[in-house]
């Protein structure tokens, strides 16, 4: 029997599509057929597909004029200028979801009269890599509150905001959260605006915010800025990044997941004093954090539903994982980066009673033998999710034994807001 490619369903089609490269998804795909050409302008396909060029600009702008059906575009790894910017602008009007790096932004806005997108839900503007003399020079020609107010105006369906690397002034927030107070969901920006004032006061209008991300900058920020925060109730996820010092978490009593990311100070002490406040905590998530040490782990049993931990780049050991065990509830369990885990840590862990999901880092192990034997794992249920595994056959053994095994991409995405794309 023959396969024609007119043979195959809308539904198989769109979950093979989904799975391709976006270069093939312009370039190749449509012109196999008219079948697939019917199929490849299906919405939900360009829903699901996020478009990250790391190539030239002139091969980005004939992609983008290729792609008229594209929802979400991230162009922070992208060596771009005013004119890609443009092109997209043009031929993509049905963009939702942009990431783009903050500079190339305002030099489009500073140049066009137009609006970019009025269709934006999702955008994230992220630092960009110029030279410092290029930096210096945008930053004192480009006002502070031209993004802000540039996107209270122009951008009406504007739900989540990524903006921690760019500084704002109170008069500038106060005019883009008067006009976002009811759309706004999600909101990242720096916790002091340029004249000192703390934002948490000036987010209170925003009824439907539940997620913050806030990032310090070099300590300024102490526990009588946060005091507004009690009053943001519909605060369910918050990120803090490079805080020197964990402030009063009774101002957000209402956080389910919680991010302690980029040097924020984190010990047993500071679990001991605001356990009590998060009685509804149920992810915890480290990200660089040199002062969590193996005995605060031991701490974490005071959450009492806590079910999720992910601790990237720390110093913790074998010991500090035994403390993890005290957790009842935990179901989740992220390793990334952690250089002094051994062999024996992983086989330990691989015996949590409750743990479903396992995400372990084989990078520092690639000089030790894994000797992982089925017997090693008791907890059958568990599902193995391996980073920087360079044999992608070496768990095929577990696998036979009805062992979920996973090998994950190496590339890890960054921490905060940008998970929405």
């Known amino acids: 029997m023959n396969v024609r490619p007119e043979m195959f369903p809308a539904e198989i089609l769109l979950k093979i599509f989904s799975y391709c490269s976006h270069d093939d998804l312009v370039r190749r795909i449509p012109f196999v ?47 771009l200028n005013v004119s890609v910017v ?53 930053a004192d020609n480009l006002p502070s509150g031209i993004t802000l107010k540039y996107l209270a105006d122009n951008l009406p369906n504007l739900e989540h905001l990524e903006l921690l690397s760019h500084y704002c002034s109170k008069a500038d927030l106060t005019y883009f959260l008067e006009r976002k107070k009811h759309k706004l969901r999600t909101l990242a920006l720096r916790c002091l605006t340029t004249d000192g004032y703390c934002v948490i006061p000036l987010l209170l209008v925003c009824t439907n915010l539940n997620t913050l991300s806030l990032r ?51 010990h047993g002490d500071s679990f001991r004093s605001f356990a ?29 539903k806590l079910t999720s931990v992910s601790i990237v780049s720390n110093r913790i050991t074998d010991r500090g994982m035994q403390q993890l065990e005290s957790v009842p509830g935990l179901t989740y369990l992220d390793l990334y980066n952690c250089s002094k885990l051994t062999v024996e840590c992983l086989k330990l862990i691989c015996n949590f009673r409750n743990l479903q999901v396992l995400k372990f880092d084989l990078w520092y192990l690639r000089k030790t033998r894994i000797d992982l034997k089925v017997s090693d794992i008791k907890n059958r249920g568990l599902h193995l999710m391996f980073y920087r595994c360079r044999d992608v056959t070496k768990f095929d053994y577990l696998r036979e034994q009805n062992i979920r095994v996973t090998i994950l991409d190496d590339k890890r995405k960054a921490l905060g807001c940008s998970k929405l794309l």
């Open 276 to 304: 009590i406040n998060f009685p509804l905590l149920r992810k915890l998530s480290f990200d660089r954090s040199p002062s969590l040490d193996d005995s605060s782990l031991g701490n974490l049993h005071y959450f009492q």
């Open 33 to 79: 057929c008219r079948w697939w050409q019917e199929v490849w302008k299906h919405r939900t396909l360009w829903r699901c597909n996020v478009y990250r060029p790391n190539f030239d600009r002139r091969r980005v702008k004939n992609i983008l004029k290729l792609s008229p059906q594209l929802h979400a575009i991230d162009l922070s790894t992208c060596n």
């Open 216 to 266: 310090n900058f070099c300590d300024k920020v102490s526990d009588g800025h946060l005091e507004g925060g009690l009053q943001l109730r519909n605060i369910s996820s918050l990120a803090l990044l490079y805080f020197g010092s964990l402030p009063e978490f009774s101002y957000f009593p209402n956080v389910v997941e919680l991010q302690l990311h980029y040097y924020t100070v984190a």
């Open 86 to 138: 443009e092109t997209m602008v043009q031929c993509c009007q049905d963009i939702q979801q942009l990431c783009i790096p903050i500079y190339t932004f305002l030099d489009y806005v500073r140049s066009k009269d137009t609006p970019i997108f009025s269709n934006i839900k999702v955008l994230i503007l992220t630092q960009e890599e110029r030279s410092g003399n290029a930096l210096k020079y945008l």
